[in-house]
């Protein structure tokens, strides 16, 4: 009856975090163990009562102050400083700004909405299909859930109970590789496609290019610095970089004005309010789980399928990709820790590193993938294009991110390499 409670919540587009409540107290009714009412409200606050958690709004404050504060025009300038004179150019450049967007705001929806507003209508003045340009934008989204910071990750180092710093680390190396990959399919598809002639930038255009974007670029080198070199602890570093984007939008690029200040705080409130209270429904939801061990009895019927790490990371992707099409990221990410990764970890003896950097990014894929495909529809409403047209133009990009899964879930070290 849980299970169907659960299930008729969902499709009745209730909210998740009101699903996730709900089912929790339903739980608790049907099965007599009514003293469970008392530990309720605990464990609601227990989930959301961690440091760690402060990073997702200050990272959400960073992500509104550079996108106002002209931060993110400034680094695509010097991302078209970098590959703008190669054929195909603005495909390179929408890539190459969507990595530096991925190293600051960490969340795959918030990359795709600003990038969309800034990068495909420049495309499409150059030439560039419409769908093919919202492709590219979308696709960069990916690579905000494995590129440090990420809010994922944050989450997943709470629930895992793993240093957020070590989850960032592990994070680097694969988003390298995802955008390797991006940058070989974007190649690719240039043989078949007649991309626009790309140009470089005059001396005096690359100068001015350089000399307002290298200060842009002290953003990522805070968050991703200040980490690597223990100087800060991530929630640390997410403050700094909010202070920095503060301190360039308002007195460098002379964007930002203080009038715009109360509108970009009550955004990022709004936004990181719904995060935290979905994380408070899920750790009574996770309470429920451990207490039915349904961990224990999923791990009996895993077991009886495989011994082989690689081949339960596989058949982990390969739910995870029909979970991530129907649920939001975070939430299917709250759902599937508990029982999944104690499975990983004790009877397969995966590192938790592994496991998070490829249940986030399987989960990420499913923004951009229908029924649901919520990164699917940001992309069409700042675009105009259709969703279907834009997943149609995204299927390269969810090949080669798969590739890049296999190669994760096959290759250890290419998460453990920088620890």
């Known amino acids: 009856m849980t299970v169907a409670v659960f299930a ?68 695509i300038d010097l991302a078209r400083l970098l590959v703008g004179g190669f054929r195909g150019g603005l495909a390179y450049i929408n890539l190459v700004a969507n990595m530096m967007m991925a190293a ?64 960032f680390i592990a994070g680097i190396l694969p988003g390298l590789l995802l955008g390797g990959t991006f940058f070989l399919t974007i190649a690719i598809m240039g043989l078949v496609q007649q991309y626009p002639k790309g140009e470089w930038l005059s001396r005096q255009e690359a100068v001015q290019a350089l000399k307002m974007g290298l200060p842009a670029m002290s953003i990522p080198l805070i968050i991703i610095g200040g980490i690597l070199l223990g100087l800060a602890t991530p ?97 299917a990410l709250i759902l599937v820790v508990p029982i999944l990764l104690p499975i990983a970890t004790q009877q397969f003896d995966i590192t938790p590193y592994q496991f998070g950097v490829v249940v986030c990014l399987t989960l990420v894929l499913g923004l951009l993938t229908p029924p649901v495909g919520a990164g699917l529809f940001i992309a069409s409403s700042m675009t105009g294009v259709p969703p279907m047209r834009i997943f149609l133009a995204l299927l390269p990009f969810l090949l080669a991110s798969l590739i890049t899964l296999v190669l994760l879930a096959w290759q250890p070290w290419l998460t453990l390499a920088l620890l």
Do not use: C, H
């Open 104 to 167: 600051i705001i960490g969340s795959a929806a918030s990359q795709i909405a600003i990038m969309s507003r800034a990068m495909v209508p420049a495309m499409e003045r150059e030439g560039y299909d419409k769908p093919y340009s919202a492709a590219i934008t979308a696709a960069g989204g990916l690579l905000s859930p494995i590129i440090p910071p990420s809010m994922l990750f944050v989450l997943f180092g709470v629930m895992a109970q793993v240093p957020i710093a070590d989850m």
């Open 235 to 331: 929630t640390e570093s997410a403050a700094l970089a909010s202070l920095a984007a503060l301190l360039l939008g308002r007195y460098l690029y002379r964007d930002l004005k203080v009038a715009m200040l109360p509108e970009i705080l009550k955004r990022t409130a709004i936004n990181a309010g719904l995060v935290i209270m979905l994380i408070a429904a899920a750790g009574v939801f996770g309470w429920v789980v451990v207490y039915e061990q349904l961990p224990q009895m999923a791990a009996a019927w895993i077991a009886a399928l495989t011994t082989d790490p690689f081949i339960f990371l596989l058949l982990l992707v390969g739910v995870l990709l029909l979970v991530g099409m129907i649920i939001d990221g975070i939430a």
């Open 8 to 75: 008729l919540l969902l499709l009745g587009a209730v909210p998740i975090a009101l699903v996730l409540a709900l089912t929790a107290l339903f739980y608790i009714l049907v099965s007599g163990n009514t003293v469970l009412f008392e530990s309720y409200p605990q464990q609601l606050f227990a989930a959301i009562e961690s440091y760690g958690l402060l990073a997702i709004p200050l990272f959400m404050l960073a992500g509104e102050l550079m996108n106002e504060g002209g931060v993110t025009r400034r680094l």
